[in-house]
Structures are given as C-alpha cells and as structure tokens.
C-alpha cells in the first residue's frame, strides 16, 4: 500500500515534467504545426543558463527566493531570445516550404546543440554531467512511517512543480482560447496568409509563441534538473522525445492534452517498472502510445480536422 | 506596358483617389503573371476586374493586399506608397480582402472567424452592433455561429468570409469571386449588400467570372488578358461593347 | 438488366444534432442527366459524399449496379462504375494532367474482385502483389498495358479539350481547365454514373455555354448517367431531364426543369423572385 | 570460442594474392614521416559515454609526452591520431579502417565502451594490427583474435570480487541489484555478481534496470525498498550511479551501494554529494596509492588536464605505457612483431596495477575495493584473482 | 506513334532496341559484370571498401525510405527500427550457418550464397515488420503516423536490447563480414530499379496521387490503404536488407546502431535529396555519408598534436547540424525537388537556350 502510494507519486513527479516540456512542444506545434525537435535541446540549454547564474550567484544567494527567481528569469529569458533568434533564422524563411523541411533545420539544430555542448572549448561545458545545485531546499512534505526512514515522502519541489504545471496549463489554455493574442495564434495555424489579411501580424505571432514555448522549455527543464539534481547536454534528447509522445498521446496542440498525456505517461511508466519488467519500460510507453492513437486517432484530447469534401 | 495599349471606352465618373495600381509586375518563380497592370480606385467607387482564367486577377488583388510581393511597380494606397508592404500593416489603413478560396479558418467556429476579422479593432460596441449587421446580411450565419467553420456548405463559407472582411470596417473592400458557389438568390442578396455597403463609403474592388453581373454593379470596370490590362470603361459601356460580349457573355 | 444504375432509398445522414441529409430518394439509369439544386447547405454535397461512401449514411440504403453498398469504401464503390467531381477542386496537383488522367484509369484496369470473405480477400492481395511484380519485371504484357492507359488517358484529354495540357501540371492549369480536367480524371475510371458537383463554378459565361455543350456530348458519347449539382440555372435548366431540389435535407420537389422552375417551394428557399423576372427578361 | 577459424583465412587470402600489399602499394593521406610512428586511438568523445572517452584519451595522451619527452621510441618521435566514434560500432568500426589504411598506424588503441572495442577488434584483427583497450573489461573482446590485447581485468573477475567482499567483508546476505540495461558492461558485471553471490549463499532480492542517461530512478528504487535489501549493487556509470544514490536517500533508502569500475570519476561526488557515504566499488587502482610512480602520474595528470584522473585515464596511460613498451621492444613496427612484443608483457608496472598478460591476452591484475566517505575513496582491500 | 515517344521519353528505360521480354532483367545483366569488376579493383582498399558499403547502406536506406516519405507521402520516421530487424535476423542467421560451407563451390562463392540467404532472411522479417507497422496507416494520418512508426522503431529496439539471443545491450558480435562492394552494389543497383521502376509504373502513379491528396485518389477508385501497406513493406524490406548487409561487414551490431536518431538521418537524406526523388535520396545519401568523414579529412590538416586537433574531431558533429540548416535555407525544395538527376541537369546548364 505504502508502495503504491510511493509510485503514484513518483509517477506524477515524472509526469509533471513532462508535461510541463510537452506544454512548450504543444505550443509551438500549434501555430507551425513543426514538430520542433530542437525543443529538447533548448531546454537543456536553458538548464546550463541557470546553472551557470546559479554559480553565479553563489550558494547563498542561489538558494534564496530572489536568487531562485533571478535563475529562472534567466534561464527562461536567454531561452525565449534563443528561441526566437532559431525561428527568425532557421524556420521562418522555410514557412512557405514544404513542412519536412524545416523539420530538417530542427533536427539540424538539436545535433549543433546537443553535440555543440559536449565541446570542451570556451564556456561549453563538455559531455560530463554536472549536479544541479538544490536552489530549492528539499523539504519532506508528507511522510508515512518513520520520518528518519520514510515508507513514503513527499518532497515540497513535486508539489511545487506539479502546482505550476497546472498553474502553467490554466494559464496556457486562457491565453490561447480566451485572449486576442490566443486567437491570432490560432489564426496563424491555420493559415498565416490569410491571418495578415485580418490585421494580424503574422511574424509577431510566431516569434512570440515560440519564445513563450522556449521560456516555458527552460522552466520546465529547471524543475527537471531540480527534481533530478543533474544536468548534461543529452538531457535534452529523451526527455524531448518523451514530451513528444507526451504532448501527441493527448492531442498535440492541445494544451490540456499535454498535461494529461504527461501525467498519464508519467505513471504508466512508474508502474511498468514498478510492478512489471522495468527493462520493457520504453517500449510499454510506446506501446502505449500507440493503443491510444489507434483508439483515437488524434490522441485523448485531439479532434482529428474534419475535412469535408 | 503602356497605357497606350489599353483600349478606353467612355468617361469615367470622377472620384476623389484611393487606390492607384502603376504598372505593377508579379511573378510566381519563372511564370510572370502580371506584366504590369494599372488601375484606379477611387473613394466610393466599385471597380470591377474581369478576365478569363488565369488572366491575373486573383494576382492584381494579391498584390494590392500586401499577400504578394510585386517585383515591379508602384501601389498607392490613401496617399501613401503601400508597394510590398506587408499585409497586416494595410489592414489597420483600410483595406480588406476577402481571398480566393474564401480563406475562412476551418477549425475555428463562425464566431471566431467573425471576430477575427475585427482584429484590430477595440471598440466593443462597435464590434457588437457591426456583428449583428453582419447577420441581418446573412441571416444563415446566425443560425451556424457556434459551428466550425469547416464543416459549413461552400456557400456558408463564402458569406462567411465576405462578412468577416466588412468587420474589419475597410475603406477599400478586395473581393475575390464572391458568388462563386453561391446559389442565385444569395448571390443577389449579396450583391444587394454590396450595393449597401458602397452606399455607406467602402470602395469595393471585385474580382468576377460573371461578367454580367459584375459590369452591371461596377462604376467602372478594367479586362485583364494574360497579366495586362487590355480595356477599361464604365461597367455599362464595357457590357454594351461587342468584344466584352462575345468573350465574356457568350453571345 | 434494366435496374438503376445508381440508386438511393430513404437515405439519411447527420452530423452531431444536424440533420444535413433526410429521406433522400433517387435512381439514376443509363442515359439519365439530371440535376441537384438547392440553397448553399441544402445538402447536395453531402448526398454526392453519401453515395460514393465518403460518409455513411445513418439510414436508408444506396445500391450501384443493383449491389447495396453501404459502409463499402470509396474506391470500392467507384469499381462499381460511380465517378465523381469535387466541389473544391481536388486534382493530384504536382502531377501532369496526363498522369491524373492515367491514376484513374490504372484503378479500373487492375480491377481486383469486390466482396467480402477471406478467399476473394486472399486472391486480392495475391493479385496485388502479381500486379507489382509485372511491374517490377516490366514484363512485356505489363509494357503493353502500360501503353494501352497513355492511349487512353489520351483520348480522354482530348475529348475534354485539352491535349495541348498533357504534359503540364495540373497546379499550373487555369481554373477552367482544371475543372475539366477533373471530369477527364473521374471518366478515366469508366465509370456508369457521372457526379458532377459544381462543374461550372468560376468559369465564365462562355465557358459555361461550352461546358453544356459537353456534358450532354458525354452522356451520349460514353452512354452514362450523369448528376450535376449547379447553381448557375441556366446550365441546370438547359440540360437536365430531371431536377432534384433539396432544402435544409429535404426533397423539396423534383420534376421537368419546367415544373419546378414555377414551383412556389423552389422559388421561395432558392430561385428567388427575381429569378422569374429575370427569366422572363432574357429568355 | 573457436570463432577465428573463418576470420583467419580472410587477411591472408588477400594477402596471397595481392603479394606484398601491405607498405608501399597505396599512397592515403600524408603519411607520417619517418620520424614519428603514428599510433590511433578510437574513443567516445560525443555521445553518451564522452566522459570516459575524454578521460582515456588525457590518459593516453599524458603518457605520449612523456615519452616523447624521454626521446621517443627508437629515436623517433610517437604521434597519435585520435578519432571520434560518436559511442556506436559502426563508426568505431570506420575510424579503425581508417587509421589503418589511410593512416597507416603501426596499433591501434581502443575503447572504454566493450561493444566499440568489439567492433574495434574485428578490423583490426583482420588487418593484422595490434590493439590494445585500456579498459573494456568484457571478455569477448580479447576472444576476437591474437592481435587483440587489454590491460585491465575483465568483468566476471570484477563482478566475483564484488561478490566475494559483499558476503565475507559486509557480511550480507541479502542484496538488490540495479543494472543499466543499455550497456553491456552492466549486464556482464551483474551476471557474474549474481551467479556467485548465490552461490556463495547470499540471496538477490531483485533486479532492476534502467538506460543509461535515465534521470529518474525513483520508480526501480521504490520498489528495490520494498524488498529490504542490505545492500544495492549499481554496476553502472558514475553519471547514472551518482543521481541514483540521491533519489535513493531521498526515497529513504539508506543502504550502502556497491558497483564498479564505471563509478570511478571525481565528478561522482559533485553528482552525489554525500549520498554515497558508506558505498563501495571496486577499481583498477586507488588514487591513494602511495607509490611514487602512482602519485608521479596523479601529480602530473592534475597539472596537464586540472582533474584527478579516474580509473579510465589511468588505463589510458597504461595501455599507451605498454605499447610503447612493447614499441621498443619490438624488433621492427610491422604488425606481428609489436604484437608478439605486447604479447610478452610481464610484470609491467602500471599506475593502475602491476601488469602482466595471460594467454588470452588480458591482463592478470587484482582489484581495489574503494569506499566512499567525505567526497573522498578510502582504499579498504585488494583482491587478488 | 505519340505513344511509344511517351514511353522511350521515360528516361531510366532502355532504349527500345532491346526485345520486350529482355529489357525486365537487362539492367541486372548489364550491373552484374560492373560491380565485380569494382570488387576486384578494390580488393586491396578496405577503407574504401567500408566507406563504399556505409554508403551504399544509406542509399538503400534512403531510396527506400523515399518510397513511403516521398512517394506515398506518409512520414515514417521508424527506418532504423526495420534496419534493426533485418540486421539482427540477418546476423543470427549467419552466426547459426557460420561454420557450414557449400563443398563444391569456391569458399568466397558459398559465402556469398549464405549472404544472400542471411540478406533475404533480414529483408523479408523487415518485410513482415512493415506490414505490421503500415496497418495503422488505415486510420492515422501525418505527425500521428510519425510517431507511431518511431514508437514501432523504439519498440523493436527495446525487443532486441532484452532478448538473450540477440546479445542484449552487447550485441551480435563475430558475424562474419562475408559482405562485398559487389553485394552491396547490387543491392543499391536493385533498390534503385524497383524506386524507379514503381515511380514510372501505375503503381507510382497511385502511390504520388495518394501522396497528393487521399480523398480523390480513393474516389478515383485507388485502394489507398492497399497501396499505403504495400509501400510500407516494400520500403521495410530493403531497410532490412540495408540492415542486413550492414551486419556483415560492420560486423557487430548492438542496439544503440538502431536508434531513432539513425532515422532521423535517414529522413535527412530523403529530404535533402528532395521528397520523391530518388536520384536525389542517392546524392544526399552519399553526401551526407562522405560529409562526417570529409570534415574529418579536413580537420586532419591541423595535424595530430596539440589539444586543439584533439577536439576537432568532436567538432564535426554540431558542424554537421549546422550544415544541415544551411543547406536547407539554401536549397528548401531538396537538392532536385521531385524532380530526377536527368530532369533538374539540363535546366542547369543550358540557362541561355530557353529565351532562344
Ligand atoms: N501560386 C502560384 N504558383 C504558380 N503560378 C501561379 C500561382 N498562382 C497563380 N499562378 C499563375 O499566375 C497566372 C495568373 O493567375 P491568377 O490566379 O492571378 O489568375 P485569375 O485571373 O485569378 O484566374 P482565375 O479566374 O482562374 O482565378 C496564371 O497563369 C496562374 O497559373
Ligand atoms: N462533416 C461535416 N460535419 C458537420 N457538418 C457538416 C459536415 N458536412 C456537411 N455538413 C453540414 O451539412 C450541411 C450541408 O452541406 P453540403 O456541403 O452538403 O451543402 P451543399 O448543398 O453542397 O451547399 P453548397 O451549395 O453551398 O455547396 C451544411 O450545413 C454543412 O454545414
Ligand atoms: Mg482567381
Ligand atoms: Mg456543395
């Protein structure tokens, strides 16, 4: 019993994570309908800025609410500007162009980041991991059993992170169904041509949501770093991947999809390593991943586009 | 080319200027489609563009929205020089432009697309007010409201995209083939609403397959042949001229 | 046989609360051109989706050739000799107009046997994969067929006019052309029944007086029954036999062009009033 | 096995009918002048096991200058050519053809990763070009041919010594095991600790896994807790083991951990912190050697490259000090007369052990098992084999 | 007439002096003689021999790919999941019959024959794989059917890390490397008359109408979900053989070879060479293939001492990505569009004629 709490736990922990990247994936794919596979990779470059402002700043001050702030500011302020300089400049001008190519550009920039970050030369970090200093003091939030030896914990950060997912989601989801802003987003998916023609300034639109997306990969991937105290510049492939099949098995461009697909893969593999094989995980993830698309083809919270002939 | 190819007949009724198209040239890759087109509108005017396919009107009306980017040429537009400006930036001086292929958005419902086409604006009741003209316009609309947008019968989509246009309260009105698809007694109730509209100030510039239809609600109307203009003239003296008749009303 | 080539009985169809087909009837024969009409979202399209089994209808039964086909699959349907056009244009862009023409043709050549059950299913696949061999190994019956299709993907464009096309893509065609070539591709399938939904939309009045011409030279060159959908009633009136109108789903009327012209119904939700006027003017 | 019998005929069918094909034939490349002899290494430096391949080759390169700064080998100046094979096979497997027909190597030193030196190992053996691996420990490798050689022992040795110290020394009985599924080195190390850890009587509570570059292990140590173990045996990367150790605590699993030589690096302890206090693994050597030779190169190593050096730069450095042992051994730089050099290696003192090599050519080394205390390894034992 | 002009205009057919029932298996017949003539000159260059037969892996790779991504249209980006299946049934195949020989044939011959076994065995597993795989393209469309062929990808890829007898995470070692330029060669030289043989077939026809839009193909009476399957396991059964051929002369094969990053490669090259355009799926594969090691080559230059020429070759990945943006600002359409070598050539060179 105490185990299973353990796991539920644990799974959502796991899942709010990927949520909170698939939050970002979802996003963009929305207005580009790019499956932005540099997505993972900006994420772990946001992680690098904040570690490095963290070290910055010292171990006082990393750890204090402002110095937590100040970390995250950065990391997802020089995470928008990336994102916004990647779109200005490897996906706008194939807007036009076939939608595979610029699927090639991302693929293109995740290889010059994540393998860019493995040098050893200048500020790059090289391949090593590094630790990711616990700016968030782990506290036990809840605890079954001995609290020296816990059956079961609770830490604050898992709160704390899954709050500002959901936080995150509300707010994501206002943006885009309840804002002028959200609806020229939403314009722009469909059509961005035809988007200017209603006074919407197209280019505006998508660097803003891309760095909207970008900022939010820094945030998400500083809880992950805080959750799973590293950071390396591979971080960026798996955890991308798996957003991916997050954000898709919800729905991808849905933003609530995103959430529960996380979750929902979060737990799934919790509780395939848990109580089956837990060398099968990746591929029951996928599994299920792919029972979910063929009992809706548009995932969970996806409307397949009604094309009428 | 120069105007003096361009076959004039009749006077054209004065009206103060707006719009003004001076040789302007568009090409697609490696096919030109324009080979410098000129052409006014004026404040109030509703100037029709006739041509057979792919003569370039649906090109003319791109270009002039900000949609293309004219590798030759000038546009005016209220005065200013609007020459490949970018199309939100002309949306905010005036201009609306209902595209080809209607261009409504599918996954958006009715509503939405309406209010996408008051985009810019921020007068609440003025939306509203305008809003509820649109569906006297389109009593039809009203009923579908809440539903997607694509799923609507191509002539809901058509009205759709012409009453989103006019939310944008333009002063010059790109319309591309409006009663394409449409069945005869909304094309006349359109039509009639268009007359409406130009009653209240929009100059309308109309892009249409029915000649007949186009010449007779137009001030003046210009034919397009392979990217130029070839004739110009009043929409009634253009539909009494033999040529117009034989190549565009079948007689 | 002397049945329908196409039929509907009693079908219906609805999408969420929407109603947007109810109670539909129709028989097609050989030699039949009749026609579709009704205000924008009446439900003509939805009944051309309904009978080529785009949708599925929720009630009511279509037969082609004498076979009920509900729930069978598009080109399973289109086997049985039912052709269509497009509303909004669907040509295979990027390839010439030769090749669209070729696509449709190819279909019916390889004509594998319909039904169900696991044996004919079996023969199917083994002839499929037959199919692609030859074609792997570019045998000489496979080259001949091969030339047979250019020959009569040819003689199709020409009948529409438009050979001086052949090689172009279909993209770069002016929008009459495409619209032709469209009921070049969909005659490519040999089909019985032609449906043409909208065939005349954006040509202009030449063109459309041309496009008459045609269609009736169609019917009677290639023996099919034809359904046109068509807003542009000079060209309904002009040539259909029988007018079928639809409102809100409904049959409304049906009848001679003559009768449902003065139809009080007609002119109410479709025609107009001014429709007579005008009528009364030019004609 | 037997399994040179095909691979053999290979080179020297070529051979017999390209006659001579071997030195002046092809022109590839500039060749190295005939004042330096032109070694290759083949090693991760992109990809998932970056870390060890940059340490290896630090190692490699420490022990060059130094000859080189000795006067190099036969008078002649040693230079290496060092490839990336992005940790996969197949590239590990270019890069080795590359070295050894465009340019020329007389050997070839290997990988960290046992499946890259595997695939090393065919071409190089076919080509009739020594290699040595500094540190794949799994047996397969040195079975792929006469020419291929290691100077590290090999996993079922390192798994039995870590068997053999957690039932006398720890005296446990009951152990779980968390393996990385993703790497051969893991599952050889936790076949061989399994097997004999039953046989010596204790009993595996369970096994997990997980892939290497993992993050989260909280679900496989939830439900290793479950099972009450007395220990966890982690054979696995120190980037894995030190976030393992973490979450462990954290989950209020405290105790100790034991794994192998792939925990060797100073940066376990930044990834840990004090998580791993208590823990122990086995090694190659023990910075703490007081050997002059061992601190000579600790010394040395920290001056060059900033670091102390783990477990994979010091059999860099040794491997890199056996060939050019064997180098100036050998009575001329063609392919058997090196081998045979190498082959002859005995009693070799390396900073990570004294080296001799057996028959099957690996190296006769005992083990030191390591425990961890203040961000420090303290040297506990050897084991001999 | 007009006809046969329309036949011979075809380019990739040979001239119609050759008999009808001759010109299915005269390209074979032509090759047969070339590629071993390429073997023999080759005999002493193994690098040039491993770097020819990665190549050749990755054209075959890539025009088949380009089969189901190009010319069908679907996105699979799951390739390196059917190479896995090939490589490794392949591989164990070859392991099992390693020490069995044909008596009365020369040994290099019956190793040959065995690796035509060893091959067909991987590509027809592939095969079946793909048929698998393409089923759900009955009901998923785009990015969802993407990400289920790279979930099928990662599955197999799970599958074979935990299978005992396909060596776990170490993989199949010792396969032994019976693999040639010739049979490589071959292997390219088929796939490419199958690509082009389907793309000027009625087949290809279905496949780019499907690939231009599915709702009209289908009501011109195409089976698309039969030609979607049938693409699938065409395509699925040369990645197997490209998988197959790549264990024997690698020859060790482990699972992190078969990753989706390998897809991603290989949808690079698809696209690069520009989406339905097989010539162009051959010169970006090559390229893309040549391009790690050119770099190398060139990083070479800066010597082999220093620290610096130490970390240049781990500079030639993120050099690699960046050329890959590059290139596609450059050339968005893919180096030839859909368009063939032959097609895109002439419209380079002779610029002037055209105005003429
Ligand atoms: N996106 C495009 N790419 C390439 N060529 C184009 C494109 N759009 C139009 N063209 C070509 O430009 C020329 C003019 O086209 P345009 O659409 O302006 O004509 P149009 O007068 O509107 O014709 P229609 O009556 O068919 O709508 C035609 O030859 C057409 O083929
Ligand atoms: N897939 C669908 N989902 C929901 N509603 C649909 C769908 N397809 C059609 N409809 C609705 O059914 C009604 C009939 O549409 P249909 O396209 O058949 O009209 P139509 O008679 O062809 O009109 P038009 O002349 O304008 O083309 C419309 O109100 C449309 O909104
Ligand atoms: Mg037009
Ligand atoms: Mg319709």
């Known amino acids: 019993m105490a185990q299973l709490l353990q796991h539920l736990i644990n799974g959502i922990a796991a899942g709010t994570i990927y949520a909170l990247v698939a939050l970002g994936y979802t996003m963009v794919y929305g207005v580009l309908k790019l499956i932005n596979f540099a997505h993972g990779d900006v994420m772990m470059v946001g992680v690098y800025m904040g570690y490095s402002t963290a070290f910055l700043l010292g171990r006082q001050a990393q750890s204090t609410p402002w110095g937590v702030l100040v970390i995250f500011l950065v990391a997802m302020g020089g995470c928008a500007l990336m994102g916004f300089l990647i779109e200005r400049f490897a996906y706008r001008p194939l807007r036009d162009k076939p939608r595979l190519t610029a699927l090639i550009t991302a693929i293109g920039i995740s290889f010059a980041l994540s393998y860019g970050f493995q040098l050893d030369i200048g500020f790059l970090p090289g391949s090593a991991p590094r630790a990711f200093p616990q700016i968030i003091k782990p506290a036990q939030w809840f605890t079954v059993g001995d609290p020296e030896f816990p059956d079961v914990v609770l830490w604050n950060w898992q709160v704390i992170s899954l709050m500002l997912a959901v936080g995150l989601m509300v707010g994501l989801q206002y943006l885009v169904y309840r804002t002028r802003f959200g609806r020229a987003m939403r314009a722009v998916s469909f059509d961005h041509r035809v988007a200017a023609l209603m006074g919407i300034p197209t280019d505006r639109v998508i660097s803003l949501t891309f760095m909207i997306g970008s900022a939010l990969a820094a945030g998400a991937g500083l809880l992950y770093a805080i959750k799973d105290t590293s950071v390396s510049p591979l971080m960026g492939l798996y955890v991308g991947l798996k957003a991916f099949v997050a954000a898709v098995i919800g729905g991808i461009g849905n933003v609530p999809g995103a959430m529960v697909g996380g979750l929902l893969l979060g737990l799934v593999e919790e509780f395939v390593v848990g109580y089956a094989a837990s060398t099968w995980r990746d591929a029951v993830a996928f599994g299920f991943l792919i029972l979910v698309l063929l009992v809706r083809p548009g995932g969970l919270f996806g409307r397949v586009a009604a094309e009428k002939v | 080319m120069s105007e003096a190819q361009v076959k004039l007949l009749g006077e054209r009724r004065e009206f103060p200027s707006l719009l003004a198209v001076d040789g302007v040239k568009v090409s697609y890759g490696a096919i030109q489609a324009l080979k410098g087109v000129t052409l006014k509108v004026g404040k109030g005017e509703v100037v029709a563009l006739i041509g057979a396919n792919g003569a370039g009107k649906t090109s003319t009306l791109r270009a002039v929205s900000g949609m293309l980017k004219p590798v030759g040429g000038r546009i005016t537009f209220g005065g200013e020089d609007t020459t490949g400006a970018k199309a939100h930036t002309l949306v905010p001086r005036g201009m609306a432009h209902a595209p080809e292929g209607r261009g409504i958005f599918p996954n958006l419902t009715v509503l939405e697309n309406l209010e996408l086409g008051a985009y810019l604006r921020n007068d609440a009741e003025g939306i509203a007010a305008d809003m509820e003209k649109s569906y006297t316009l389109f009593p039809r609309l009203k009923d579908r409201r809440k539903q997607l947008a694509g799923t609507l019968s191509g002539g809901e989509q058509q009205m759709l995209a012409i009453a989103r246009a006019l939310l944008s309260r333009p002063k010059l009105l790109l319309l591309d083939e409006p009663s394409l698809g449409l069945a005869p007694q909304v094309t006349e109730t359109i039509f009639r609403n268009l007359k409406d509209v130009n009653a209240s100030g929009v100059s309308i510039l109309l892009v249409e397959q029915n000649a007949h239809l186009a010449l007779n609600f137009a001030h003046y109307g210009y034919v397009l042949e392979t990217g130029e203009v070839v004739m110009a003239g009043p929409g009634k003296a253009l539909l009494d001229s033999p040529e117009i008749r034989k190549a565009y009303l079948g007689e | 046989m002397s049945g329908p080539l196409l039929e509907a009985v009693g079908v219906s169809i609805q999408f969420g609360g929407l109603k947007a087909l109810s109670d539909f009837n129709l028989a097609i024969h050989k030699g039949d051109l009749q026609g579709l009409i009704g205000p924008n979202g009446a439900g003509k399209t939805t009944a051309f989706n309904v009978l080529t089994g785009v949708y599925r209808p929720t009630q009511g039964e279509v037969r082609v050739a004498g076979q009920r086909v509900n729930g069978w699959l598009p080109h399973q349907i289109n086997h049985l000799g039912l052709a269509r056009t497009f509303q909004n244009i669907r040509l295979f862009r990027a390839l010439t107009a030769l090749d669209n023409v070729k696509v449709a043709c190819r279909a019916q050549g390889s004509l594998n046997p319909e039904g169900v059950g696991l044996g004919v299913k079996f023969r199917g696949a083994l002839s499929n994969y037959r199919d692609w061999w030859r074609a792997l190994m570019l045998t000489p019956g496979f080259q001949a067929e091969e030339r047979d299709l250019t020959e009569q993907a040819e003689r199709l464009l020409e009948v529409m006019g438009l050979s001086h096309r052949r090689n172009e893509e279909a993209r770069n065609l002016p929008y009459g052309e495409q619209r032709r070539l469209e009921i070049a591709r969909a005659l490519g399938t040999r089909p019985k029944v032609l449906l043409l939904d909208e065939p005349a939309a954006g040509m202009n009045t030449r063109e459309k007086a041309d496009l008459m011409v045609l269609i009736r030279k169609l019917r009677d060159d290639f023996n099919l029954g034809i359904l046109v959908i068509e807003h542009d009633m000079k060209l309904v009136m002009g040539i259909c036999e029988k007018i079928t109108v639809l409102d809100h789903g409904e049959t409304i009327a049906r009848g001679a062009p003559a009768e449902v012209r003065n139809d009080r119904k007609v002119i109410e939700a479709y025609l107009g009033d001014s429709y007579l006027e005008s009528q009364g003017g030019a004609a | 096995a037997g399994c040179e019998k095909k691979s053999q005929p290979t080179p020297s069918g070529e051979g017999a009918q390209g006659g001579q094909a071997a030195q002046p034939a092809t022109t590839g490349g500039a060749p190295a002048d005939s004042n330096t002899i032109l070694l290759g290494e083949v090693g991760s430096l992109t990809g998932a096991q970056a870390t060890f391949g940059v340490s290896t080759r630090n190692g490699i390169d420490l022990a060059i200058k130094e000859a080189n700064a000795a006067g190099g080998v036969k008078g002649k100046k040693i230079a290496v050519r060092v490839y990336d094979n992005q940790s996969k096979p197949e590239e590990a497997a270019q890069a080795t053809t590359r070295l050894i027909t465009q340019d020329k190597v007389v050997l070839i030193l290997g990988e960290v990763a046992s499946s890259n030196s595997l695939a090393m190992a065919e071409k190089a053996q076919s080509a009739g070009v020594p290699m040595i691996t500094p540190s794949s420990t799994n047996p397969s490798v040195t079975e792929k041919g006469d020419y291929i050689f290691r100077v590290c022992f090999i996993d079922p040795f390192q798994g039995f010594v870590m068997a053999k110290f957690a039932r006398e020394n720890l005296k446990a009985e009951q152990v779980a095991i968390l393996q990385d599924n993703k790497s051969a080195y893991s599952i050889g190390l936790t076949d061989v600790f399994q097997r004999k850890f039953t046989e010596m009587g204790g009993k595996i509570t369970t096994l997990e896994s997980y892939s290497q570059g993992d993050t989260d292990f909280r679900a496989q140590l939830t439900a290793i807790k479950k099972t009450k173990p007395q220990a966890i045996y982690v054979p696995g990367y120190y980037n894995d083991v030190g976030i393992i150790a973490r979450q462990a605590r954290e989950l209020g699993l405290t105790v100790p951990l034991m794994g192998g030589d792939g925990w060797d690096s100073e940066k376990l302890f930044e990834l840990a912190g004090n998580a791993l206090d208590g823990s122990y693994f086995s090694n190659h050597y023990s910075p703490e050697n007081p050997e002059p030779r061992v601190q000579k190169f600790i010394a040395d190593y920290k001056a060059a490259y900033g670091s102390v050096p783990d477990a994979m730069a010091a059999l860099g450095y040794d491997a890199a000090k056996v060939a050019i042992a064997a180098l100036e051994k050998a009575k001329d730089l063609s392919g058997p007369a090196i081998r045979d050099a190498i082959g002859q290696t005995k009693d070799f003192p390396g900073v990570a052990g004294t080296i001799t090599l057996d028959k099957n050519r690996n190296a006769v080394k005992s083990a030191a098992i390591l425990k961890i205390g203040d961000g420090k390894t303290q040297f506990v034992t050897t084991i001999n084999p | ?356």
């Open chain 5, 1 to 356: 007439m007009d006809t046969a002009a329309a036949v011979s205009s075809k380019p990739g057919n040979p001239s119609s002096m050759v008999p009808a029932s001759l010109r299915g298996i005269l390209p074979v017949l032509v090759a047969l003689p070339v590629l071993l003539l390429v073997e023999w000159l080759l005999s002493d260059s193994p690098f040039a021999v491993y770097l020819l037969s990665i190549m050749g892996v990755n054209v075959i790779l890539a025009v088949s790919l380009n089969i189901v991504n190009g010319m069908t249209g679907q996105f699979s980006i799951g390739h390196a999941g059917f190479m896995a299946v090939g490589a490794y049934l392949s591989g164990v195949t070859s392991l099992a019959l390693k020490d069995v020989a044909i008596s009365f044939l020369p040994v290099a011959v019956s190793d040959q024959v065995f690796l035509l076994a060893a091959l067909l065995v991987g590509g027809i597993a592939a095969a079946i794989a793909g048929f698998l795989v393409g089923l759900p393209s009955l009901r998923l469309r785009g990015d969802y059917l993407a990400i289920v062929t790279l979930g099928f990808g990662e599955i197999i890829r799970v599958a074979v890390t935990n299978t005992e007898a396909f060596g776990r995470a170490l993989g199949l070692s010792g396969i032994p490397q019976t693999s040639s330029v010739a049979m490589v060669g071959f292997w390219v030289f088929m796939v490419v008359l199958v690509a082009r043989r389907i793309a000027g077939s009625s087949h290809g026809r279905s496949l780019w109408a499907i690939r231009e839009d599915e709702v009209a193909a289908e009501a011109m009476g195409v089976n698309t979900t039969g030609y979607k399957v049938r693409a699938f396991v065409i395509s699925s059964f040369f990645a197997g053989v490209a998988g197959a051929l790549f264990a024997h002369f690698v020859p060790i094969i482990n699972p992190g070879s078969f990753t989706f990053v390998k897809s991603m490669e290989v949808v690079v090259m698809v696209v690069l060479g520009g989406l339905g355009s097989t010539t162009g799926a051959i010169v970006a594969a090559v390229f893309l293939t040549l391009l790690p090691e050119g770099l190398r080559s060139a990083f070479a230059a800066f010597g082999s001492g220093g620290s610096l020429a130490q970390q240049v070759d781990q500079i030639r990945m993120p050099v690699y990505g960046l050329l890959l943006v590059v290139l596609m600002l450059s050339r968005p359409q893919g180096l030839f569009g859909t368009r063939e070598l032959w097609e895109v050539i002439p419209r380079w060179i002779p610029r002037r004629r055209k105005g003429m």
